[in-house]
């Protein structure tokens, strides 16, 4: 089983769709952004580029852990710089956690759970009653979660 760090394939094809809306005030018929979540999962997952859509198999279960895990908050609504379009999420935790995650997805739960992205932890991290933190790297161009360069 192998969690490789990827932007999903389905997602690319989906943001030129318009199928998920990050923004405030999105085009489509819909007047609300779309609800995004993140998910952990163990070592015993598969996940990358072809992953399209969130599943339990292999999901972390632990104290303090929620199967589906928690909603992400947008820190940085879509936005440019160059040529790069660029959004960030909120640092997440999950408070007096036990558990052991080698991976995440995040995910699309307003769009029957499609999948975005794979985050690869590259090793386990653990948690023991204690706080399990996903840092979000800088929201820049080059930098961000989401981007699209």
């Not at 609504?77 to 999950?94: D, H, I, K």
Request: glycine share 8%; charged share 10%.
């Amino acid at each position: 089983m192998t969690i490789s760090q990827a932007m999903c394939t389905s997602f690319k094809v989906e943001i030129l769709d318009g199928v998920h809306a990050f923004g405030a005030a999105p085009v489509r018929a819909s007047t609300a952004a779309d609800t995004f979540y993140i998910a952990l999962y163990t070592s015993l997952a598969t996940l990358d580029a072809t992953t399209t859509a969130y599943s339990s198999s292999n999901e972390v279960v632990g104290a303090g852990y929620t199967a589906g895990g928690q909603a992400l908050t947008i820190s940085l609504a879509p936005t440019s710089s160059g040529t790069t379009a660029y959004l960030s999420f909120a640092n997440v935790s999950w408070t007096s956690s036990t558990i052991t995650a080698r991976g995440a997805l995040i995910y699309n739960t307003s769009q029957s759970n499609r999948a975005v992205a794979v985050l690869d932890f590259g090793a386990d991290k653990i948690s023991s009653t204690g706080t399990f933190q996903i840092n979000f790297p800088t929201a820049a161009a080059g930098t961000a979660i989401i981007q699209i360069a």
